[in-house]
């Protein structure tokens, strides 16, 4: 190769390279903004992102630690909602790669979770302790069919989850699982929530700003759950300060 040739090779390299790396860089900085940018959480919409619930998901009342409830009232509701991200953790920490069943369809399968919902609790406003509130108003229920379950495991990806929350919770207020499932779905629906992990006063202050209707509302949390609470109409009220 003469000099001239190597000389314009050497030329055009010296102007491709830095344009490369200027455009490497706009598109990190973009991607890093992304990232630190939260967006309206979306859960899975179609039940085909499940495979088939493999084995019995059935709560056993007997297994219940607190025990049944039924003479509170049911005042005001309570929605509780799990940052995924941290009870998945939990579980492998606990079971390794070795999921049981009612952790499998949301930390096993390859989608990422953010806010989950818990559950939709009825309440009694003069309880002092969990066991204070209503709870198994209707005793030990048979299984709910799996049809009607995987309607709602987009927002809360556990039919272990969801069985027993209907029956710890649901039917203290519901007639049948379905109407429970359907609530909390809707209640869900209506938020905006964040996509990467807030804690406290920032979590607080981004749903003030993101949600309209908890603009003025005092909200729970625990270590790693949010709580909004519902009059009897379902309306957004102030939850009760622990």
Same mark, same amino acid.
């Given at each position: ?71 509170? !009232? *049911?005042?005001?509701?309570?929605? =509780?909602? +799990?940052? $995924? &991200? ?6 492998? @920490? /606990?079971? #390794? ?49 799996? !049809? *009607?379950?995987?309607?709602?495991? =987009?927002? +809360?990806? $556990? &039919? ?6 209907? @029956? /710890?919770? #649901? ?72």
């Amino acid at each position: 190769m003469s000099m001239q040739p190597k000389f314009l090779l050497l030329k055009s390299l010296f102007y491709i390279i830095p344009l490369a790396l200027t455009v490497s860089g706009c598109f990190d900085k973009t991607a890093e903004k992304l990232q630190e940018t939260p967006q309206k959480s979306t859960a899975l919409s179609t039940q085909e992102s499940f495979p088939p619930i493999k084995n019995n998901y059935d709560f056993a009342m007997k297994d219940d630690k607190i025990g049944q409830n039924l003479k509170a !009232n *049911v005042d005001y509701y309570m929605l =509780a909602l +799990s940052w $995924s &991200p941290s009870f998945c953790w939990t579980q492998y @920490e /606990k079971y #390794g790669n070795h999921l049981p069943d009612s952790a499998e369809y949301q930390c096993g399968i390859k989608k990422k979770y953010g806010w989950v919902i818990h559950g939709l609790w009825p309440q009694s406003a003069t309880a002092r302790t969990v066991a204070g509130h209503p709870r198994l108003c209707k005793g030990d229920l048979p299984q709910v069919e799996e !049809n *009607v379950v995987r309607q709602y495991m =987009a927002e +809360s990806p $556990s &039919p272990n989850l969801l069985q027993a929350e209907w @029956e /710890k919770h #649901g039917a203290c207020a519901f007639d049948r699982a379905e109407q429970y499932f359907a609530k909390q779905q809707a209640l869900y629906r209506t938020l905006t929530l964040p996509t990467v992990e807030m804690k406290g006063k920032e979590l607080f202050s981004w749903l003030r700003k993101n949600n309209p209707q908890l603009r003025h509302a005092y909200l729970g949390a625990s270590r790693d759950e949010l709580y909004i609470c519902y009059d009897l109409n379902w309306q957004v009220i102030n939850c009760p300060k622990q």
